[in-house]
């Protein structure tokens, strides 16, 4: 069932309250793959109801950022949901979640801003302004379903540990379920922004996993210093690749890491002409 309003939405989600069934949320921006499809069907495993919000949400995307062109495709998104069993398609407009729109400085709106120890790093540095648009989405979209559990892909780490520590602080009574990176056989890994890519920039976007599982084979090879760990990483760049980062954080705070271990997380992101694509990987064994 395709929903616009917030007001519909409630009305559902306290009809099911109220008969005592679990809720789901997976909330994306649209454009569904089959990355989003395992978040959804693992939801519609565990959780008596389904929502998928879909909503490109404008206030996480920074100035001169692919607010405009960035892809949307509802009408594929609301059959793919369909298919798969979800309850509800959320898709509202911009105007029914920032009614205030013409005020939308954070000087004028609630914003929930995450601590600047998660977001003065990785993508956060070079997107200021990202995390709080996402957190202040997330929560609004946790007001309006009140999910039992949410899912959200291990794709964009630094969001779902950001989301976490949200969740956390403030006492959001949902559980956070974090979903593993879906890959092309190639080793890419999904995301919506992979429709801007040529089949060159295809081929040069493999830089990125190649890179992370030659670390994870050298790590599991005994080796954890990560200066030694980046070494290799350059000789898979050429002149098509802009590198961003490749960093080694904590797994729960995102610290910094000088030597390797199973809690440690490689970040990458680099830019192939102007998509700028990210991927990650946890070094744990087993
Ligand atoms: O990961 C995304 O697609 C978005 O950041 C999210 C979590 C749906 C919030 O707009």
């Not at 454009?31 to 495993?45: D, F, P, R």
């Not at 003065?120 to 609004?140: A, E, M, Y």
């Not at 006492?171 to 429709?195: D, F, M, T, W």
Request: negative net charge; charged residues 25%.
């Amino acid at each position: 069932m395709l929903i616009h309003t917030i007001k519909e939405v409630r009305e559902k989600i306290e009809e099911w309250k109220k008969q005592g069934l679990t809720i789901g949320l997976v909330p994306t921006m649209g454009a569904l793959h089959n990355g989003h499809l395992s978040l959804i069907k693992k939801c519609v495993e565990k959780c008596d109801k389904t929502v998928v919000s879909v909503f490109v949400n404008p206030i996480q995307f920074c100035p001169g950022e692919d607010l405009d062109k960035y892809p949307r495709t509802l009408d594929a998104d609301e059959k793919l949901c369909k298919d798969a069993g979800v309850d509800i398609v959320f898709a509202p407009s911009p105007q029914e979640m920032y009614p205030d729109a013409q005020m939308m400085s954070n000087d004028f709106f609630t914003y929930v801003i995450p601590p600047f120890f998660y977001t003065d790093k990785l993508c956060g540095k070079s997107r200021v302004g990202h995390f709080d648009g996402v957190c202040t989405v997330v929560n609004k979209l946790f007001n309006i379903v009140q999910p039992d559990f949410a899912f959200f892909g291990e794709k964009d780490r630094q969001q779902l540990i950001i989301l976490k520590k949200m969740v956390k602080d403030l006492n959001i009574p949902v559980q956070i379920i974090p979903c593993p990176i879906v890959r092309e056989e190639s080793g890419l890994a999904l995301s919506s922004r992979n429709k801007y890519l040529s089949d060159n920039d295809k081929k040069n976007a493999l830089a990125l996993s190649k890179i992370l599982f030659n670390i994870k084979a050298c790590y599991n090879n005994g080796i954890t210093d990560v200066k030694a760990l980046t070494e290799t990483a350059y000789s898979y760049l050429n002149n098509n690749h802009s590198l961003e980062y490749l960093e080694f954080r904590d797994a729960e705070n995102l610290e910094e890491k000088k030597t390797a271990d199973d809690n440690t997380v490689v970040f990458i992101a680099l830019k192939i002409g102007d998509v700028r694509l990210i991927d990650n990987i946890s070094l744990a064994r087993g």
